[in-house]
T-cell receptor, first 113, second 115 residues
Framework: GENVEQHPSTLSVQEGDSAVIKCTYS??????FPWYKQELGKGPQLIID?????GEKKDQRIAVTLNKTAKHFSLHITETQPEDSAVYFC????????????FGKGTTLSVSS | SAVISQKPSRDICQRGTSLTIQCQVD?????MFWYRQQPGQSLTLIAT?????????ESGFVIDKFPISRPNLTFSTLTVSNMSPEDSSIYLC????????????FGEGSRLTVL
């Protein structure tokens, strides 16, 4: 089955800096890669996703890149703000299988002002 | 998207008892899954809740411990049976809508503490 590794486990940045979180996956057939943000006491919220037919996707300050050959994908947050502080999870899925997402272990991002 | 309501939001339970968590969605959904999130950990899939039939469990999870029902396309329950302190976790209901392509929406979770 799929296995997703996520690094780093914690990340501290100054407000305005960029943050990068990286994930690798094991199943080369996986074709859907979302990122979730989880704030304290809340459920995970989808913030951006990418499918295997593209290499990069942007949404304002957030971007995701995918390298299918190397089987890794990354989340990039630019101009970080204190409200970006949360736990971020990457995940992977083979969508044709109709199965659920397999998650990485999470990255705790702290943005200090 | 979908609005997912879970009950209870939190509870403190005694060892050996059972608790049923309810998940109600505001619209019919294709897929429903239950995840467990132990303190400070990632999300681990417990099972796929199948409408009108037995749930499909992941390795390490069994029906006797985590019975699941899904009587229709908007509702599911997860029971945590014969609880021990190791069952203290957040239990999350998640759904896929429409033609499921992987995008999952999560409820706020049910935080269980077992004493």
């Amino acid at each position: 089955g799929e296995n997703v590794e996520q690094h780093p486990s914690t990340l501290s940045v100054q407000e305005g800096d960029s943050a990068v979180i990286k994930c690798t996956y094991s199943d080369s057939a996986s074709n859907y890669f979302p990122w979730y943000k989880q704030e304290l006491g809340k459920g995970p919220q989808l913030i951006i996703d990418i499918r295997s037919n593209v290499g990069e996707k942007k949404d304002q300050r957030i971007a995701v890149t995918l390298n299918k050959t190397a089987k890794h994908f990354s989340l990039h947050i630019t101009e970080t703000q204190p409200e970006d502080s949360a736990v971020y999870f990457c995940a992977a899925l083979l969508q044709e299988a109709g199965t659920a997402l397999i998650f990485g272990k999470g990255t705790t991002l702290s943005v200090s002002s | 998207s979908a609005v997912i309501s879970q009950k209870p939001s939190r509870d403190i339970c005694q060892r050996g008892t059972s608790l049923t968590i309810q998940c109600q969605v505001d619209s019919q959904v294709t897929m429903m899954f239950w995840y467990r999130q132990q303190p400070g950990q990632s999300l681990t899939l417990i099972a796929t809740a199948n409408q009108g039939s037995e749930a499909t469990y992941e390795s390490g999870f069994v029906i006797d411990k985590f019975p699941i029902s899904r009587p229709n396309l908007t509702f599911s329950t997860l029971t945590v049976s014969n609880m021990s302190p190791e069952d203290s976790s957040i239990y999350l209901c998640s759904v896929g809508v429409g033609q499921y392509t992987g995008e999952l929406f999560f409820g706020e979770g049910s935080r269980l503490t077992v004493l």
